[in-house]
RNA sequence: GCGGGCGUGGCGAAAUUCGGUAUACGCGGCAGACUUAGGAUCUGUUGGUGGCGACACUGUGGGGGUUCGAGUCCCCCCGCCCGCACCA
């Protein structure tokens, strides 16, 4: 026998040992299979979702991945334990580019890194102990899931919600692909930190904006973080104003510019251009064209970041023409600058300085005119070089003269719409998804080109349009057109509609649009004949959970929440929104910084696993705080977790009395204990204050080795009740060793169904409370009073206490509140 | 600059709903028990200052306010984190 620490204080065998414990189980639960969702509609248990965002499958799960999966767990499993219907599935985003670049450097086809990956995270998965239905397992990149993102392509294509247009995009020079707008981060490429450059090319694009109220109006009953909804609203951009129309002398269109506030129309007094608009070519005077060239070309040149300093000085040309005011038909210079968007609005706008601070630095730099329009009572813009953007009335203003800012935009639209020269409308930040990618590892998108046809949408029955299974290694490697273009067999095809040569389209889709539906296609993942099974999918959806990370609050929920209102519209789904509630677990960092291999203080999984267990690493992400704030893994302490799983493991193999004995002949005092933490862990955890929630179990831990040591004795039927209740409560984040002591305590596998415990209300009355008494404020004294005391009664106790007494010091009592039975406060006079 | 969030012991954090014992629980520290030993385990203790002590004073970023009573509500300021960033 070992003289091993774990083996002091218990009967052999009593050692904890988290390692055998998980390989028992496994092995058990994958026979038990306790977590399949069950489809029968005549189960008529409450439904619950529960989702986790899927993993894309690069390597082994990492600490990230363990808490995330930790949290979205507990609220699985304590579902399981209520006893409801639950879904929670599992699958893999697995298409992507950073399959294509290992399959380049290893000579070897994406499939292979991927699916080699996939078995790694779901063996690391199950290790972890998470409660999957893993019948439900999916993969984007298998063709039964693909073609149906093909599908739901053509069927945004005959809505017209999927189009190509040609035009200005970003471009990433490293992953040699077109990025949406959502993927550049300050001027970056969102996935590998390239600076993004722009290129003109003909592209398709998902009509995202048609749906840009929508997203906003729902928004309104979604349970989510609230920087998330914001982040959304901020992204969609949504600002009403007003079109105002610019005749521009020699040019006979005139030129439409937005504005926000129409009100300030006659303080107008130039006229900006994007330089590198197509406008600004255009009107551009002859003596002036030299000048705009060179400045064109020096805004071409400078670095994102250059540009996106606000600190910086504005910079344009005059054009050499004017554009007139089309309410008191004043001519204004036409000036091109970078400081208006090509991509915002029309590209032109109407520059009133001294209630715009942009135009006024405009305005000071090159000595143009400043007319206040908007009397505000603060000082001349033009004198101090602040401009007045506020609330006053107007000035200056013809027929609006005199009006509140309100009541002026209202006004001078009215006279515009009138004289069909401009008209209320709103403008939004938010632009088209640009949903294609010249990458191979991706969605076919199912168009044919045909010199004779044109464009046309492959026929369903031909779904899927598999990717070609030929090309590997260098024949990836980016070239700026997609890999796939380089398969001639593949490529060339013949027109479904007239039977002539055609080209297969030869870029695929960006991966969002795969993580855009999955989680409905978990509800009936095996379907043949649709996406989904329509039926099953109104039985689960919306999700009750969404577990994930927040570096998705834009791009992946905003597509998910498009995609849903797009098959509703369509009839397809019963809801408009995927997510009811949303969970964003915060980062698992180590000493102050993110993990990273530059840092050298990464802590890897498996590692931690492999040390204190898997309920230890569980228990201590849940522990070290809430769920939403970032864990900093220097702070956090495993071994003190072990420590106290195995204090509950030992107490499981102290309890002698037998199953089923009646609690009710226990001890009281324990078995008050226990149900006020039912009461107040059931709670907890239904307010996702599972490091609250913890730390009551180790409370009743403690009582219960007190009834054990030197209480009633382990033979009390309430430390079975006690330590029966633990068990199950602990199954939430360490199933192992809930699962064990389950076992100990001579229950039938398994823990996870046991059914989540009931506090009794009687044995929640206290017989008494403490009461304190304060004077002026001050805690002087307690008292332990019955809960029912009445205020008379509390009030004539406090006064006569002797501590209370002292603190007066002789002064009379002028006033005393009672809050029976809790609080007395004394106010002398 | 705009928007969102936050600030509590040596550390991670409780208490914030609905104003009512600030620091639960854990880590770390200190002391003790059991030990050949302890980096195991168990027990006790642990905000600060003063006092042998019962206790007293003080304490939730700073300042002010409301209240019998404020970590919690209101106003101002300071600091930190996140997002957006010339969006007309």
């Known amino acids: 026998m070992s003289t091993d620490a774990h083996t002091r204080g218990g009967a052999p065998g009593d050692s904890y040992d988290p390692r055998a414990i998980q390989d028992k189980w496994q092995a058990r639960w994958a026979e038990l299979n306790p977590f399949a969702a069950v489809e029968d509609p005549a189960d008529e248990r409450p439904r619950r979702y529960a989702l986790d965002m899927f993993p894309y499958p690069s390597g082994d799960l990492h600490m990230g991945h363990a808490e995330a999966f930790a949290i ?149 009953a979604l349970d989510w973080p609230e920087r998330v909804l914001t982040m959304q609203r901020n992204w969609i951009g949504r600002s009403e104003g007003a079109d105002v129309q610019f005749a521009i002398e020699g040019r006979d269109e005139p030129v439409t510019v937005f504005t926000t506030r129409p009100d300030t129309l006659y303080g107008a007094t130039f006229f900006v251009v994007a330089a590198d608009a197509p406008l600004a070519d255009e009107i ?60 915002y609005g029309h590209g032109a706008i109407m ?148 039977g002539g040569p055609a080209r297969r389209d030869t870029d695929t889709m960006d991966t969002f649009v795969d993580s855009s539906w999955y989680f409905m296609r978990y509800c009936s993942p095996h379907q043949e004949d649709g996406p989904f099974d329509a039926d099953k999918v109104r039985r689960w959806m919306p999700a009750d959970q969404y577990t994930g990370g927040v570096e998705h609050a834009i791009l992946h929920l905003l597509y998910s929440r498009f995609i849903t209102k797009v098959l509703y519209d369509m009839g397809m789904v019963d809801f408009t929104e995927p997510f009811r509630r949303l969970v964003n677990q915060g980062q698992v ?45 220097a702070d956090v302490s495993p071994s003190g977790s072990v420590k106290f799983l195995a204090r509950a493991h030992r107490l499981a193999g102290d309890v002698t009395s037998a199953p089923g004995v009646d609690f009710a002949a226990g001890d009281e005092a324990l078995r008050k204990i226990t149900h006020r933490t039912i009461d107040e862990a059931t709670q907890l955890v239904e307010s ?50 809930a699962e064990e002591m389950w076992e100990r305590l001579g229950r039938t596998a398994s823990v996870a169904k046991a059914g989540w415990p009931v506090a009794e209300p009687a044995l929640l009355v206290r017989e008494s409370v403490t009461c304190v008494v304060q004077v002026a404020g001050k805690v002087r004294d307690r008292l332990d009073v019955a809960p029912d005391i009445d205020e008379g009664e509390l009030e004539r106790l406090a006064l006569a206490s002797g501590k209370v007494q002292a603190a007066l010091e002789g002064r009379a009592v002028r006033k005393v509140i009672v809050r029976v039975p809790k609080i007395v406060n004394i106010v002398p006079a």
């Open 72 to 220: 979205g767990d507990i609220v699985a499993r304590y579902w399981f334990q209520k006893g409801y219907n639950v879904l929670h599935p599992i699958g893999w985003d697995s298409f992507g580019l950073p399959a294509e670049n290992a399959a380049i450097k290893r000579n070897s086809h994406p499939a292979e890194w991927t699916y080699d990956n996939i078995e790694t995270q779901a063996a690391s998965f199950r290790r972890f102990g998470i409660s999957f239905d893993w019948s439900r397992r999916l993969h984007t990149s298998d063709p039964e899931y693909y073609r149906w993102n093909q599908w739901i392509f053509l069927r945004l294509y005959e809505r017209g919600l999927a189009y190509r247009k040609g035009g200005r995009v970003n471009w990433c020079p490293v992953d040699q692909t077109v990025l949406a707008n959502e993927q550049v981060v300050a001027g970056h490429c969102e996935r590998c930190g390239a600076q993004v450059e722009r290129r003109v090319l003909t592209q398709w694009y998902f009509k995202i904006t048609d749906y840009a109220d929508r997203l906003l109006d729902d928004m309104a």
């Open 284 to 343: 551009c005077a002859d003596d002036r064209r030299a000048e705009f060239e060179a400045y064109k070309e020096q805004v071409a040149h400078e670095s994102e970041i250059e540009r996106l300093s606000t600190e910086r000085e504005k910079t344009g040309v005059f054009l050499g023409v004017h554009a007139v005011n089309p309410v008191n038909g004043e001519r204004i210079p036409v000036w091109a600058s970078d400081y208006v968007l090509a991509e």
């Open 351 to 498: 520059a009133v300085p001294a209630h715009d601070q942009r135009d006024l630095d405009f305005a000071l730099k090159f000595g143009l005119p400043v007319r206040v329009v908007v009397e505000t009572g603060e000082a001349d813009p033009a004198e101090t070089g602040v401009a007045t953007p506020g609330e006053g009335s107007l000035i200056n203003s013809g027929p609006i003269d005199g009006l509140a800012k309100d009541a002026a935009i209202q006004r001078i639209t009215e006279i515009l719409e009138n004289r069909g020269l401009g008209k209320a409308t709103v403008n939004y930040r938010l632009r088209d998804w640009l949903i294609s990618r010249q990458r191979f590892w991706g969605t076919p998108i199912p168009i044919i080109y045909c010199d004779a046809c044109g464009e046309v949408p492959v026929p369903d029955t031909e779904l899927p349009v598999r990717l070609p299974d030929n090309l590997r290694g260098a024949d990836l490697a980016p070239k700026g057109i997609s890999p796939l273009a380089a398969a001639a067999d593949w490529v060339n095809v013949t027109c479904p509609s007239c």
């Open 589 to 633: 960092i180590n000493q102050g910084a993110a993990m990273s291999k530059s840092l050298g203080n990464g802590v890897d999984l498996g590692e931690q696993i492999d040390q204190y267990g898997v309920d230890a690493v569980r228990l201590s992400m849940i522990f070290a705080g809430p769920p939403e704030d970032d864990i900093d893994w």
């Open 688 to 737: 996702h204050r599972y490091n609250v929630a913890i730390a009551r179990m180790m409370e009743l831990t403690s009582a219960a080795r007190k009834a054990v040591d030197t209480g009633p004795g382990p033979g009390d039927p309430a430390v079975r009740e006690a330590v029966e209740t633990l068990a199950i409560m602990l199954s939430l984040v360490a199933p192992y060793t």
